[in-house]
């Protein structure tokens, strides 16, 4: 595998709104450094969730023929991921696509949910010949259009602008940040991180700089954020960091593909893809995956304290009451059973 030297790129980890230099900035590609955050709360970093349920089915693994990468559906055939994860440096060229697969929900190394990519189109900024950047952070996204139409089995991500309104939700706690990935540590497991937060931004706010447990392999991989009821994609991991005290993470803020605010050519690129922005969509009834993320619900109830018997399966009746205990004291209304809106609320709660 490729070892990719350190650069530096502006950020730090004070407001919000603007971050100053210098941080030591490395591509989390198929490298061998690793980054991550403490978690005050007993699970792990990072925990291993079930690729095959939405809407961590939405989430890919990008195999090359220079490596591995993440990447996520944003429509039936349509994947977004890192510019990076296809250009290969040694020859000096972008790979052809037909060195290129993507299996939705990958795990234990399955290939259920699988596709070759017809064709794709990145940036025409993103410098092929320079090191991780800032101005390579900006450009560095490509889009993949399958040769098949995966969504159906699998489900796929809306996009959601981390505007001001999303920024104020997150700060009181009435959204929160997630993400998931195929890490190099872990590369035949999908795993999933909760308690992110924002540290600032860099680049004019294309660039989000971030407090995840990030590394090698996560390039592509979505930076999820839970509001208003779902959980959407709001940024592309492009980029790790560090100053020596505190690691952060970078992704490329979705609003560059935004007709309004972003690229005229970015958002032109993924007009095929449909209405990005809308809510997402799970699998189809009895397609491969699951529509409703069952096994991480009873992993977050069993850490509130809700399901006793951690890793193991509990009975319907076991996870109902379960549910209905943390509606309760959530102060929520809803059916007390598992769904995506009940995974966000528990994502939420672990905030608190």
């Given at each position: 595998?490729?070892k990719w030297p350190h650069h530096r790129f502006l950020a730090a980890a004070?407001?919000?709104?603007?971050?100053?230099?210098?941080?030591?900035?490395?591509?989390?590609?198929?490298?061998?450094?690793?980054?991550?955050?403490?978690?005050?709360?007993?699970?792990?970093?990072?925990?291993?969730?079930?690729?095959?349920?939405?809407?961590?089915?939405?989430?890919?693994?990008?195999?090359?023929?220079?490596?591995?990468?993440?990447?996520?559906?944003?429509?039936?055939?349509?994947?977004?991921?890192?510019?990076?994860?296809?250009?290969?440096?040694?020859?000096?060229?972008?790979?052809?696509?037909?060195?290129?697969?993507?299996?939705?929900?990958?795990?234990?190394?399955?290939?259920?949910?699988?596709?070759?990519?017809?064709?794709?189109?990145?940036?025409?900024?993103?410098?092929?010949?320079?090191?991780?950047?800032?101005?390579?952070?900006?450009?560095?996204?490509?889009?993949?259009?399958?040769?098949?139409?995966?969504?159906?089995?699998?489900?796929?991500?809306?996009?959601?602008?981390?505007?001001?309104?999303?920024?104020?939700?997150?700060?009181?706690?009435?959204?929160?940040?997630?993400?998931?990935?195929?890490?190099?540590?872990?590369?035949?497991?999908?795993?999933?991180?909760?308690?992110?937060?924002?540290?600032?931004?860099?680049?004019?706010?294309?660039?989000?700089?971030?407090?995840?447990?990030?590394?090698?392999?996560?390039?592509?991989?979505?930076?999820?954020?839970?509001?208003?009821?779902?959980?959407?994609?709001?940024?592309?991991?492009?980029?790790?960091?560090?100053?020596?005290?505190?690691?952060?993470?970078?992704?490329?803020?979705?609003?560059?593909?935004?007709?309004?605010?972003?690229?005229?050519?970015?958002?032109?690129?993924?007009?095929?893809?449909?209405?990005?922005?809308?809510?997402?969509?799970?699998?189809?009834?009895?397609?491969?995956?699951?529509?409703?993320?069952?096994?991480?619900?009873?992993?977050?109830?069993?850490?509130?304290?809700?399901?006793?018997?951690?890793?193991?399966?509990?009975?319907?009746?076991?996870?109902?009451?379960?549910?209905?205990?943390?509606?309760?004291?959530?102060?929520?209304?809803?059916?007390?059973?598992?769904?995506?809106?009940?995974?966000?609320?528990?994502?939420?709660?672990?905030?608190?």
């Amino acid at each position: 595998m490729t070892k990719w030297p350190h650069h530096r790129f502006l950020a730090a980890a004070r407001s919000p709104k603007r971050l100053k230099p210098l941080l030591v900035a490395t591509l989390l590609g198929s490298s061998t450094l690793g980054l991550g955050v403490n978690a005050a709360w007993a699970i792990p970093e990072r925990v291993t969730v079930n690729a095959m349920e939405y809407p961590w089915s939405a989430i890919g693994k990008i195999e090359t023929s220079i490596g591995h990468c993440s990447g996520f559906l944003i429509s039936q055939k349509h994947v977004l991921t890192a510019a990076h994860c296809l250009y290969d440096r040694a020859s000096n060229r972008w790979i052809k696509s037909s060195e290129i697969r993507f299996t939705a929900g990958y795990q234990n190394r399955q290939h259920k949910i699988t596709s070759s990519v017809k064709k794709y189109k990145q940036s025409k900024k993103y410098k092929k010949t320079s090191d991780a950047s800032v101005k390579n952070t900006v450009t560095d996204w490509a889009l993949l259009e399958l040769a098949r139409p995966l969504g159906k089995d699998a489900g796929w991500l809306a996009l959601r602008r981390l505007d001001n309104e999303l920024l104020r939700d997150l700060s009181e706690g009435s959204a929160t940040l997630l993400h998931a990935g195929y890490r190099g540590d872990a590369p035949h497991r999908l795993k999933a991180g909760f308690g992110c937060e924002i540290a600032g931004y860099f680049k004019n706010g294309v660039g989000i700089a971030h407090r995840c447990s990030i590394m090698q392999g996560d390039s592509g991989s979505p930076l999820l954020v839970f509001t208003d009821g779902g959980i959407y994609a709001t940024g592309v991991h492009v980029i790790g960091a560090s100053d020596g005290k505190q690691d952060i993470a970078g992704a490329l803020s979705v609003s560059v593909f935004h007709p309004d605010v972003g690229s005229a050519r970015a958002a032109r690129i993924l007009r095929p893809a449909g209405n990005i922005w809308r809510e997402g969509k799970p699998p189809r009834v009895n397609r491969k995956a699951e529509d409703t993320p069952i096994q991480t619900i009873d992993l977050l109830l069993s850490e509130l304290g809700y399901l006793r018997g951690r890793g193991k399966r509990p009975s319907r009746s076991s996870r109902r009451i379960a549910i209905q205990a943390f509606l309760n004291d959530a102060h929520l209304t809803g059916p007390a059973k598992p769904s995506v809106s009940l995974l966000g609320e528990l994502a939420r709660q672990l905030d608190e």
